[in-house]
């Protein structure tokens, strides 16, 4: 049996893994997909002193009160420097990482390095009236939709998970600085069937910190793969059990 552990992207929930879980779970696997801190069950504990790190304690405290090891660490989007950061901490209870369309930082480096158009994102947010709320991306036409979504039901599901992203996660910078850390092998997954104007991806490079040939693989669809092909991605994951 293997752990995995699936966290969210930014706006989003832990409810937007509900049709991966039972895939995964179904092969006998342990499945944990937890809200981060302002977000689902937790919106409540939103605020401007919530930030990056915040989630990664978030997820380290999660492994560590629920005593789990080997654990597949996936990240969706910004959750990306989540797991960074988590995996920095705790390098010893992580068996791999999955980053599924997401930020893939640099030590010292922050969402803005990685993904220069949140910078827009923190602005807007600085001169709104809350002064740190970042609201979600809105929905575009089809094909891109609402984070790659475009089924009007799912839509609707979609948008009824989404909460403000405190600014302070775009805003604190990812520490990676422990070299046992880069041992853990790494898995990219890339859903290249839609890209919103202005989000662009960093090549991965050809070799992982460990040492070993980087493996990328790709959904032919938008952000959001658990919501629009939950099966492709559990079976890609199930590779990783």
């Not at 990219?188 to 490079?205: D, E, K, Q």
């Amino acid at each position: 049996m293997t752990t995995f552990l699936l966290v969210h992207g930014a706006w989003h929930s832990g409810e937007a893994w509900a049709r991966v879980v039972p895939l995964l779970e179904a092969a006998g696997h342990r499945v944990l997909a937890p809200s981060l801190t302002g977000y689902g069950d937790k919106v409540h504990l939103a605020g401007p002193d919530v930030g990056l790190d915040t989630h990664a304690d978030d997820v380290v405290e999660l492994i560590t009160e629920e005593d789990l090891h080997d654990v597949v660490l996936v990240g969706h989007s910004y959750a990306g420097l989540v797991i960074s950061s988590a995996a920095n901490r705790i390098p010893e209870r992580i068996a791999h990482l999955v980053y599924l369309d997401a930020m893939v930082p640099q030590d010292g480096e922050t969402a803005v390095d990685v993904q220069p158009m949140t910078q827009r994102m923190i602005e807007l947010a600085e001169q709104s009236e809350s002064g740190w709320r970042v609201p979600p991306m809105p929905e575009q036409p089809a094909p891109v939709g609402l984070f790659g979504v475009t089924d009007p039901d799912d839509v609707a599901w979609l948008r009824g998970m989404l909460s403000d992203q405190p600014v302070r996660c775009l805003q604190q910078p990812v520490r990676l600085d422990n070299p046992a850390a880069d041992a853990i092998p790494r898995t990219h997954i890339h859903n290249v069937g839609t890209t919103p104007a202005g989000v662009t991806r960093r090549p991965v490079p050809p070799v992982q910190p460990n040492g070993t040939a980087a493996q990328v693989w790709e959904l032919p669809t938008g952000h959001d793969c658990m919501i629009t092909m939950p099966a492709e991605l559990s079976e890609l994951l199930l590779k990783l059990a």
